[in-house]
Structures are given as C-alpha cells and as structure tokens.
C-alpha cells in the first residue's frame, strides 16, 4: 500500500484573502463544494481577522454557516488574535490556525505585536482551545524569508518550535510566506527539529508560495524529511496583503499531480480538482498561476488551442 499525504487546500482563506474584487459567500461555498467532490478532506474555510484589513474575509461567519452542510471534511479558520478565536468559537468552528511571523518585523506588520507577544497570547489561547476541546495548528509565516529583514536562518525556526512546543501540543505548519525557500533550507529545518528537539516529523506541516517556481522542489525536500502535511491552493491563488511580492501559493492540482507521480496516495480525483481549479481561476484578474490546468485544460486558461493544420 503507498504512503498517505494529507493535502490541505487553504484556498477559501489564503487564495483569496490578497483579491480585490470580492468573492461572493455563495461562490466560495460552491469552491468549497468542489473541492470536497475532488476528495479534499481537510480545507482551510475562512478567517476571522477584522475585515478593514481583510475585506474578503467580512462573511467568515456566513462561510462558517454554510460549510455546516459539509460531512467528513475537517473545515479550519485562521485566528488573529482573542477576538477572531472567540468569533470561530461562536460560528461553530473546532479547529483553528494561529500565526506566528518568525521574523519579528513581519509580525509587526502583520499582527501589529512581536514575535513575543504572540507567543504569551498563543499560551492564552492554548489554554482557552483546551477548555473548549478545540484544536489549534500553529502557522510560522515567513519560516525561511521575510520580505523586510532577509533570509531567516533555520536556528530561529527552530528557536520558535522550541517555544511554541512549551506552550500548544498540536501541529506546526512551517510557511515559505514570500516563496523564496530553497530545498536545503528545508531540509535544515526539519533535520534540527528532529535532532535538537525529537521532534517527530508528523507534528509539522509545510505550506510553500511558488513565487520563483521552487514549490515542488520544497515539496520534495519535505517529503524527504519525512513530512506527510502540505498546504496549497486551488489554481495557485493567493498572496500576502502584508508580504510585498509574494504571489500564489503552490497549486493544489500541482502538488497532488505530483503526490500521484511519486507514488503517494492522496484520494483526490484529479479531474473533479481540474474542475475546482477552473471555478477558482475565474475568481482572479491575473494569469493562471499552476501548471496543470494550463497543461490539461487551456482555453480555461485563457489560451487559444493551436488548429490542427497549425500542428501539421
């Protein structure tokens, strides 16, 4: 039997978050229904952070309500601070994401506190999420390069597990924010997680943008560590309102092509993500951001097919 991967597809959150033109609720709960027609079992729904700094993510609550309909699937919410984990309390939703920027400026900028600081309130949040019977997975954005103070060395990562270990029990998804990872960085990473701190490879997550096309090549780099949980989006959808350059992140029907190719099982009906990934591409102004849905389906892609005497 093959080595199962869980794919996380943030695309309802982290796809769409960076847009300009608003998604509508319906539209996002028809992507959302797509995505779990492909076999996608885990999907990152929405955020609850303030909507002057997120308009896309004003209808959180609608979201949260309309994914009830939703059976088997494992639905999550990003939650900034106390308020967005007491609104996802309030709306139903049993497992959070609470980010954490490695690079203390980046989570200036992004959560206007320190690194620090994040941490005394992800203690606070622990505490309440284990009253609550509520998983939290802690998000480590800019992991690898922040966009304000340069290439982040794999001791601070490891730093930042070490601390973030002492305070939550659940799992850690390690963030290329910016997309300019390389593999080895990677592989540093999860090679002093395992030595410093034992840490078993199943408590972590990657999560990779594909600014510069190293993506798939991060992919493997995890997966060669051991690493079984990756993120991604439908159509390669996304960017960081607060990350100058960052664009999509690594297209799900990219990675799960990918999964497939080397042999891992993922569950996921290819055709049905094409599917997802054509509704989803239509939420953008910009040029398809993935691969395959160019490769498999072009005129989806705003591309005119060649005619057969052009082929000749």
């Known amino acids: ?48 952070v ?35 984990y007491e609104r996802a309390i309030a709306s139903g939703i049993r497992f959070l994401e609470f980010v954490i920027a490695v690079s203390d400026t980046f989570n200036h900028k992004n959560l206007n ?3 620090a600081e994040s941490l005394e309130l992800l203690t606070q949040v622990t505490k309440l999420a284990q009253q609550d019977d509520v998983e939290i997975r802690v998000g480590f954005s800019t992991a690898f390069h ?32 910016n997309g300019m990872a390389y593999p080895d960085q990677v592989t540093e990473v999860l090679v002093l997680a ?16 594909d ?10 780099a995890g ?33 799960v092509a990918f999964l497939d190719g080397m042999g891992y099982e993922t569950g996921i009906d290819m055709e049905k993500l094409l599917d997802a990934a054509e509704f989803a591409n239509g939420f953008t102004s910009r040029p398809y951001q993935g691969h395959l849905l160019l490769a498999k389906r072009a ?5 005119k097919q060649p005619k057969e005497s052009q082929l000749a």
């Open 50 to 84: 303030h909507p002057r700094w997120v308009p896309q993510m004003a209808d959180a609550e609608a979201v949260a309500v309309g994914i009830q309909r939703f059976s088997g699937i494992r639905f999550s919410a990003l939650v900034p601070n106390l308020k967005g």
């Open 299 to 303: 005129g989806a892609c705003g591309v």
């Open 211 to 220: 600014t510069y096309g190293r993506g798939l090549a991060n992919t493997l």
């Open 223 to 255: 997966l060669e560590g051991g690493v079984r949980e990756f993120d991604s989006t439908t159509a390669g959808l996304g960017g960081c309102p607060y990350c100058p350059g960052a664009s999509g992140n690594l297209a799900t029907e990219d990675l």
């Open 194 to 209: 395992k030595s410093e701190l034992k840490m078993p490879v199943t408590e972590l997550a990657l999560h990779f943008h």
């Open 146 to 177: 922040c966009p304000f103070e340069g290439e982040i060395s794999a001791r601070a990562v490891v730093d930042l597990l070490r601390a973030t270990r002492e305070r939550s029990p659940w799992r850690i998804a390690i963030c290329d924010t």
């Open 1 to 48: 039997m093959s080595e199962r991967v869980n794919v996380v597809d943030v695309t309802p959150r982290d796809g769409l978050q960076n847009e300009k033109e608003i998604v509508s609720t319906r539209d996002k709960l028809l992507l959302i229904e797509k995505l779990a027609l492909a076999g996608i079992r885990e999907i990152q729904a929405t955020s609850f």
């Open 113 to 115: 506190r320190s690194t």
